[in-house]
């Protein structure tokens, strides 16, 4: 019987650390969920144009040069701009960022020593699915 009521509390143990668990767990991903929604609302899409001679025939290692300048600046200025990717064409580059406002796309570019041509901000994305093919 003794055998029994241990076993029983083990169990019981085992079901009160899992259910603690499983609550910080939810209110975790519930705490995220909303910093991310919230960093979502906040943040607009920005297309930015750099005029830059040559940037198509840039090679591997200069554009990833490129893309370390601009990692290392991003985690200096911290959560509120985001690249998102880049288009490398003949004499230009298109980046695409999220950011909470263009002046931040501005002060990256400067500690980046990046050009700025344009900045333009995304009103809407279309594609084939939009035609509902």
């Not at 085992?14 to 499983?22: E, I, Q, R, W």
């Not at 554009?63 to 991003?74: H, P, Y």
């Not at 288009?87 to 020593?113: P, Q, S, T, W």
């Amino acid at each position: 019987m003794k055998k029994i009521t241990n076993h029983l509390h083990f169990l019981f143990v085992c079901t009160l650390f899992c259910g603690l668990v499983f609550m910080a767990q939810t209110a975790a991903a519930q705490d995220n969920s909303k910093n991310q929604n919230e960093a979502q609302t906040t943040m607009k899409t920005y297309v930015i144009e750099r005029n830059i001679p040559g940037a198509g025939q840039f090679s591997p290692e200069k554009l990833k040069d490129i893309s370390k300048t601009s990692c290392t600046v991003l985690k200096e200025m911290g959560p509120q701009i985001q690249w998102i990717h880049s288009y490398v064409v003949a004499d230009k580059i298109f980046c695409v960022y999220k950011a909470e406002n263009m002046d931040l796309l501005r002060e990256h570019a400067k500690r980046g020593g990046f050009p700025v041509t344009a900045i333009y901000e995304v009103s809407s994305v279309i594609s084939p699915a939009t035609a509902g093919e």
